[in-house]
């Protein structure tokens, strides 16, 4: 339908794109990241606090950016009154997102994404297929955080294949990969995200309310 070759047997949709979605599918993956983000707040509020929460030490607990630097804008002070939880910064638009993001991942047999950080706060990751429906792939981990760079040797520490109705959540300093699927279709509705900040740039805080601007290389032509 249009969305041209696939790349490295791997296609991306921005969630919020008109040509790739209807409104119901845009409704469900908000109701599915609200869970995820209404469930760290009532079991993990440390991430809240920590991470996302405007205080003196928020730009030195962020992971680097994509070029290497510790970011030193702090998000505005006065979201730490407007905003105290997870659901309450994502309702109120107050999130800077990667790029095209959140975004459905697709895909197929030889289909990959290659190692590589996230470099934002957060990333959540939700499977929408079963294992039983795609053979190899899964998310790949290494450990070490800003001890292994996005060109890690070796095989990954630790390979995770979640059934649907689950989440991984990990940090923007994880290298990780979505490993070569060699059979089947795999796919994940996935999104990075930080407190917005003075600096976030304007493409990238849409969210799910309006149709990205995205790159060239987004939907996997790397």
Known sequence: EGRGPVARGRSRFSVSDPTAFQSEVVLSCDE???RVLDHLDDNV??????LFKPSDEWASRQPLNAQLEQPTVPPEEYLAETCESLRELYMMGELEWSEGEPAINVYEASG???AHKDHL???VLIPLTSPDDFSGGGTGFW???RMVDENPQGPPDMVLKPPPGSALVFGGDVTHAGLPVESGYRS?????FSTR?????QDR????QAPPKVSPNFKGTL
């Open 112 to 114: 990959y994404f290659g």
């Open 205 to 208: 805080l849409h969210g799910m």
């Open 188 to 192: 994940v509705f996935v999104c990075s």
């Open 197 to 201: 900040t003075p600096v976030s740039p």
């Open 32 to 34: 599915m990241l609200l």
């Open 45 to 50: 509020p440390s991430i809240y606090d920590l």
């Open 121 to 123: 706060a957060l990333t």
């Open 143 to 145: 450990a070490g955080n």
